[in-house]
């Protein structure tokens, strides 16, 4: 019989290190991880699983089990509306569960949060915003759930939702050992992992999806771990004048080219390097760009990095890494 990895799913091998699963043979035998989920959990070094995602098959096999319901797992710094069709795919009873509410400063409000999904995202009752650092509604969670009867529940969302965090804490809550690999790059939960928390419960942890057009695909993956924030949020919140602009890391330039002064808030890791300039200076004018005309509160979305709120009417110009990473939606607060 094949030995899985308990972090990440793979099968065990000992034949080619640069493939999932690989384990040297002189440790195969007395292995719980791979060598990859190894170094992630004791060491942080982090590497990307160059595999293809299956997102259509992993919907399939889902809605083939008649006792499947799912657990939607959304970060809260980047939600868009791509995620309706994500969410409308799978077939079962469906759970939303805005995720990381710890990195959420208190301006937030979860009201607002549910409200915008349910309004724009997907209609349902089952809607909770959780923390697993926190404990914030997690055991709420479990108890809907086993009042509902769920047999069988699979964690699905994007990469970086926090479904592995959110699966260790609910094998915590139910006095079982935390397993699974946790890290903030992609493909870290190669396989399907599954988890019989109690008789009645099984929880399955699915690879997360991919979204081609969020940061983790134009950065190299050793910087992205420093682009997510770790703790709650301080909201920087800049007055702009015609004319000048904010500058993030080498990431991201946007300034105010409308007549009048303007206020961008940025909800997105507070630790990056925020810079102010005159439109003349010419940092990061060389990525390509794209222009919105705010006619309302407006978020501009960059993802996988957060969301930037612009309060008045205007106009801005955005400078990026790939305009692909960009979009707008009216304002969540």
Same mark, same amino acid.
């Given at each position: ?52 995602? #299956? @997102? *259509? ?9 008649? %006792?499947?319901?799912? $657990? +939607? /797992? ?48 997907? #209609? @349902? *009752? ?9 404990? %914030?509604?997690?055991? $709420? +969670? /479990? ?38 690999t946790t890290s903030s790059v992609p493909n870290t939960t190669a396989s399907y992992i599954t988890i019989k928390l109690d008789n009645k419960l099984t929880v399955v942890d699915t690879p997360g999806f991919i979204d081609k057009d969020a940061i983790y695909n134009f950065i190299d993956y050793s910087k992205v771990v420093k682009l997510y924030p770790k703790k709650e949020i301080k909201v920087k919140t800049y007055q702009i004048r015609k004319d000048y602009a904010i500058v993030i890391n080498d990431i991201l330039r946007i300034e105010n080219i409308g007549d009048k002064t303007n206020s961008f808030s940025f909800y997105m ?65």
């Open positions: 019989m094949n030995k899985k990895c308990i972090g990440c799913g793979s099968i065990l091998q000992t034949d080619n290190i640069n493939k999932e699963g690989f384990v040297k043979s002189s440790v195969y035998d007395k292995s719980l991880y791979c060598e990859r989920c190894f170094k992630i959990k004791h060491y942080g070094e982090y590497s990307v699983l160059d595999k293809k995602i #299956d @997102t *259509d098959g992993i919907v399939r096999n889902i809605n083939s089990d008649e %006792y499947a319901s799912i $657990a +939607f /797992l959304i970060d809260p710094l980047n939600i868009n509306l791509g995620l309706k069709k994500y969410i409308n795919k799978f077939r079962g009873t469906k759970y939303i569960l805005i995720t990381k509410k710890d990195i959420l400063p208190k301006s937030l409000k979860e009201k607002k949060i549910i409200d915008y999904i349910r309004s724009n995202i997907f #209609d @349902t *009752d089952n809607v909770m915003c959780i923390s697993s650092v926190k404990n %914030y509604n997690i055991d $709420a +969670f /479990l108890n809907k759930i086993r009042k509902d009867n769920v047999r069988r529940l699979y964690i699905v969302g994007f990469t970086n939702s926090g479904k592995s965090t959110f699966i260790n804490h609910l094998l915590t809550s139910n006095l079982k050992k935390p397993m699974i890791n507070d630790k990056l390097r925020y810079e102010k300039v005159k439109s003349k200076n010419d940092k990061l004018k060389i990525l390509p760009s794209l222009t919105f005309d705010i006619n309302e509160e407006t978020d501009i979305l960059i993802n996988g990095l957060g969301f930037i709120r612009i309060t008045k009417v205007g106009s801005v110009k955005i400078n990026v890494l790939d305009i692909k990473l960009v979009s707008k939606r009216k304002s969540m607060i």
